[in-house]
Structures are given as C-alpha cells and as structure tokens.
C-alpha cells in the first residue's frame, strides 16, 4: 500500500521538490502551505497522488481543518516533515519581539502544535522529521544576524530528541535534519548573490529518501547535511 507523507512549506523551494519526488515515488502527499497558487501548480504536476491544503500552520485553527482533512479521508500518516521555516537577518541587537515571535512561532510551535495534534492520525512505524538548520546545531560556525532564525531552529533540533524518546512507545521514530545552504528564496532574500553548493531539487531528493527509510537506521538523531561548516 502506498505511504501518505505530510510535508510543510511545500509550495517553493526544497518541500516543493520533495513533494513532486516522493509522489514521483507512488507516494500519496498532502503539501500545506499558505500560497494557494503555488500549491495548485504543485497539485497539477500530479494531481493523482499530491493534495494541497492552503494554510498557514501559526494559526491554531489550521491545525483543525488538517486534522478534520484527515480523518474525513480516513488518512493514517506514515510520514510528516515539519519544513515550513522563516528566517530574519537582522543583527541581534535590531530583532524586535514581534520578529522573534514570527520564527519561534513558524520553526518551533508549528512542528510543536502539528504533531501533538496529530498524533491520534499517525500509524505505526511512521517517521516524523524535523528540518533544521546549520544554524540550529550546536558547535558549528554561526552567521551574524541569524540569531532569533538560529535559536528557534536549536530548539526544534532539541525537540527532536525528546519526542524520539516520547513516541517510541507509539512506534514514531523523529529524527531531524540540519541542512547547510540551498539556493532557495530564503537564503537569496537572506544573503543576495549567494552561490549555495547544493540545488533544492538535490536536497528535496535527500529529503524525500530519508522520510521513506532514514527511520530504519536513525531514531532521535540530530544528522549535519552540509558539506562544509556551516554550509
Ligand atoms: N535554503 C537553505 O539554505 C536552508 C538551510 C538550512 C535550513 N533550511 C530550512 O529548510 C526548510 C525549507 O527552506 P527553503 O530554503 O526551501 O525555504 P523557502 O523557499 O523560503 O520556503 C519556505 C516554505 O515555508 C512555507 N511557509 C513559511 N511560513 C509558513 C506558514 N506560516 N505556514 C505555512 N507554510 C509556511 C512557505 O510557503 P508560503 O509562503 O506559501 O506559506 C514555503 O513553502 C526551512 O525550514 C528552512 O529553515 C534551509
């Protein structure tokens, strides 16, 4: 039987590619984000197996009409990547609270909120995984003006250990991910006329395998993808 994989901030970048990769693969993929016309041209490049839901995943409504979604369409989830991420460059000392809220809310209280409020829809053996990033992992080399991004990245790093020894009981293994550069809007808004080393095509590809079978050898693991440090 077909696996179903949720996967957040699908409607650009490495989440977009990963959702046409993993539906590529007979998967069945529900992609969430707020963009309503870039969803749909993501839902046209295989409407068959890739449902788009147009939300935004701060909203604790949101989470409601995904767990309605689901349970409407009988959905067991084998596999959930929290993607969706926002990211402020500004120097510690210019980050206002609101600025702080926005990224704590996006990068950690939406994973936080999406997976315990739809633990009831998961089936067992399935896979949560957390995107971070280089910024989020501890030791390696940080960017000025990335610190409110960094820190809420850190703490979805963290969760990802302490879920893997929550849900183990419940046979849902959590690992994340803490990506170096991709050559995304995000890091292009972030730092213009970078040349990131890797394509988002090439890391939705990394991604879309790891969701399917990195659980078979990693649990509760906090895993660097970047070819140098930090990116
Ligand atoms: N690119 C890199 O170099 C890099 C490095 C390290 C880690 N990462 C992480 O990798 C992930 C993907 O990054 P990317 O580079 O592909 O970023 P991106 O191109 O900026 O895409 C971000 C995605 O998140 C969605 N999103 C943002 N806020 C949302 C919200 N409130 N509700 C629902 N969806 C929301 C966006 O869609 P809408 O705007 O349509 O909502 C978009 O689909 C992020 O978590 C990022 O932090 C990226």
């Known amino acids: 039987m077909e696996k179903h994989i949720i996967i957040t901030g699908a409607s ?3 989440g977009y590619e990963a959702a046409v990769i993993l539906a ?21 490049t295989n409407p ?12 604790p409504g949101s989470i409601q009409d995904i767990s309605e979604y689901l349970g409407k369409n009988r959905i067991n989830i084998d596999g959930l990547i929290h993607n969706a991420g926002i990211l402020v460059n500004k120097p510690f000392s210019d980050l206002t609270d609101e600025d702080w809220q926005l990224q704590l809310d996006v990068n950690l209280m939406g994973p936080v909120r999406l997976t315990r409020d739809l633990l009831p829809h998961f089936s ?4 949560i995984l957390n995107i971070s990033s280089m ?8 960017f000025p003006g990335l610190s409110g991004y960094s820190a809420s990245k850190g703490a979805l790093t963290i969760l990802t250990e302490c879920l893997a020894a929550e849900l ?15 050559q995304t809007e995000m890091v292009e808004q972030a730092f213009p006329g970078i040349k990131a080393p890797v394509q988002p095509k090439e890391m939705g590809t ?8 990195g659980h078979q050898f990693y649990n509760g693991k906090i895993l660097p993808v970047a070819l140098s440090n930090p990116t």
């Open 168 to 182: 183990s009981e419940k046979m849902i293994a959590v690992n994340c991910l803490c990506l170096g550069a991709v």
């Open 206 to 213: 990394y991604l879309a395998d790891f969701i399917l079978n």
């Open 48 to 59: 068959g197996l890739i449902s788009v839901l147009s939300l935004d995943i701060t909203q």
């Open 135 to 142: 910024g989020g992992f501890q030791g390696s080399e940080k």
């Open 12 to 14: 650009r970048g490495i």
């Open 124 to 127: 067992e053996g399935a896979h």
């Open 24 to 44: 590529g693969r007979g998967c069945k993929v529900t992609a969430i984000a707020r963009s309503e016309i870039k969803l749909k041209k993501l839902h046209q």
